[in-house]
């Protein structure tokens, strides 16, 4: 079964570090890149960059730089997003998305349940 | 590019036909345009690819069209599972972008 399985909901404070993680299984993992997509509440889907899977090479989209890290797991079937000096305006639900099979490059047919994260005082 | 979806929300009966617009503000090769399908509480559902093309297990009352700016989705018999949200997204060219979504909604 093709899945994508992303770490619960946190909840942390102003300033704070968070990680978000998403287990993939039931596809090749390094073949597609690993995209990750935002959306805060009540709001739309707002694409954030992606990781390449083979290399850990990632790519940031304008507005998701410096306090942003895609990583990859050692365990070579995880993906990691860390957010650092957390502001309350990154209050969201959190999506890892990728592809499972060829169709066309950056459209997404395997998406992770979301993860939320809440920054409140 | 910036994606424009219209109307923000749509409010029908079961079984009407609705079709949904998606522009851009650029020129977007067909191949690139896609659409997806959001319920509340679940992450998107890849509906259709290259404008046209259904994903798998997509059923066939779902459709879509259009070239250059303008993209269209239709459902041709709302079901009672299709109340949803529908964005369009293009990934020809980077940064990605999706439209700001419609609301299908029960009338």
């Known amino acids: 079964q093709v899945q994508l399985v992303q770490s619960g909901s946190e909840l942390k404070k102003p300033g704070a570090s968070v990680t978000v993680s998403c287990k993939a299984s039931?596809?090749?993992?390094?073949?597609?890149?690993m995209n990750w997509v935002r959306q805060a509440p009540g709001q739309g889907l707002e694409w954030m960059g992606w990781?390449?899977?083979?290399?850990?090479?990632?790519t940031y989209a304008q507005g998701f730089t410096g306090r942003f890290v895609f990583s990859l797991d050692t365990s070579g079937t995880t993906a990691l997003l860390q957010i650092n000096s957390l502001k309350a305006e990154d209050t969201a639900v959190y999506y890892c998305?990728?592809?499972?099979?060829?169709?066309?490059?950056?459209?997404?047919?395997?998406w992770g349940q979301g993860t939320m994260v809440t920054v409140s005082s | 590019i910036v994606l424009t979806q219209s109307p923000g929300t749509l409010s029908l009966s079961p079984g009407a036909r609705v079709t949904l617009s998606c522009r851009a503000s650029?020129?977007?090769?067909?191949?690139?345009l896609v659409w997806y399908q959001q319920k509340p509480g679940q992450a998107p559902r890849l509906l259709l690819y290259?404008?046209?093309r259904r994903a798998a297990g997509i059923p066939d009352r779902f459709s879509g069209s259009g070239s250059g700016t303008h993209f269209t989705l239709t459902i041709s018999r709302l079901e009672p599972e299709d109340f949803a949200v529908y964005y369009c997204?293009?990934?020809?060219?980077?940064?990605?972008?999706f439209g700001g979504g419609t609301k299908v909604e029960i009338k």
């Open positions: 998305a990728s592809q499972s099979v060829w169709f066309v490059e950056g459209a997404f047919d395997v």
């Open positions: 990781i390449n899977t083979n290399t850990g090479n990632p």
């Open positions: 997204q293009q990934c020809g060219s980077s940064p990605l972008t």
């Open positions: 650029q020129s977007v090769s067909s191949s690139y």
């Open positions: 290259g404008a046209s």
């Open positions: 039931g596809y090749s993992f390094t073949t597609y890149p």
